[in-house]
Nanobody, 124 residues
Framework: QVQLVESGGGLVQAGGSLGLSCAASGRTFSSYVMGWFRQAPGKERRFVAA????????YSADSVKGRFTISRDNAKNMVYLQMNSLKPEDTAVYYC?????????????????WGQGTQVTVSS
């Protein structure tokens, strides 16, 4: 089973960019579908983006399409989230998650391994 550690969060002005990274331990990283979720204060954890095991397929929430890009490097056991044109409503704790499902999933219930989260704050 992999363990996940996110990094790269911080404070950025609206319109700016930020890149998140998620480092996975273990030798079975490529067998997991990987996803990013976010949770704003007082709100439910929501799906942001996911990527298939080999990286050929991705899917993003409508709210971030065209602005956020998910990618992975299985040789380095890493998954990334590049966030551009950030808005104040993107402010949240961002979580990296792994799923043993065969295809991309958008429900947090389908992900059984989670990182500790990294804070992203977008100022207006």
């Amino acid at each position: 089973q992999v363990q996940l550690v996110e990094s790269g969060g911080g404070l950025v002005q609206a319109g700016g960019s930020l890149g998140l990274s998620c480092a996975a331990s273990g030798r079975t990283f490529s067998s997991y579908v990987m996803g990013w979720f976010r949770q704003a204060p007082g709100k439910e954890r929501r799906f942001v983006a996911a990527i298939s095991r080999g990286g050929a397929n991705t899917y993003s929430a409508d709210s971030v399409k065209g602005r956020f890009t998910i990618s992975r490097d299985n040789a380095k056991n890493m998954v990334y989230l590049q966030m551009n044109s950030l808005k104040p409503e993107d402010t949240a704790v961002y979580y990296c998650a792994a799923s043993t499902r065969a295809v991309i999933r958008t429900s947090s219930n389908e992900y059984n391994i989670w990182g500790q989260g990294t804070q992203v704050t977008v100022s207006s």
